[in-house]
Nanobody, 121 residues
Framework: QVQLVESGGGLVQAGGSLRLSCAASERTFSNYAMAWFRQAPGKEREFVAG????????YYESAVKGRFTISRDNAKNTVYLQMNSLKPEDTAVYYCAADPVLTTTSGYDYWGQGTQVTVSS
């Protein structure tokens, strides 16, 4: 059982930056692909970014490409999402997820509890 705990969310003005972190309990963290999803009020959960177990492959949703960067530190069992040039439409609850397979769909085995990101205009 992998436990995931997100942190780093908050309120920021448009154009600002935030870095989200997701700490995993699992000692075999490096066996898992990791991803960030988000869910805005009244909308379905959507894929934001994903990274392979060794960090060699990354994928981004088109709306965040060039603004967000996903990375991981397997020695610290942590995955990050650096978010720059934030826009009000980035406002959502952000979730990290883990699965043996890197995919852009929401079928991940393990999920965190989410962290709120609010971008004011």
């Amino acid at each position: 059982q992998v436990q995931l705990v997100e942190s780093g969310g908050g309120l920021v003005q448009a154009g600002g930056s935030l870095r989200l972190s997701c700490a995993a309990s699992e000692r075999t963290f490096s066996n898992y692909a990791m991803a960030w999803f988000r869910q805005a009020p009244g909308k379905e959960r959507e894929f934001v970014a994903g990274i392979s177990w060794a960090g060699g492959r990354t994928y981004y949703e088109s709306a965040v490409k060039g603004r967000f960067t996903i990375s991981r530190d397997n020695a610290k069992n942590t995955v990050y999402l650096q978010m720059n040039s934030l826009k009000p439409e980035d406002t959502a609850v952000y979730y990290c997820a883990a699965d043996p397979v890197l995919t852009t769909t929401s079928g991940y085995d393990y999920w965190g509890q989410g962290t709120q990101v609010t971008v004011s205009s």
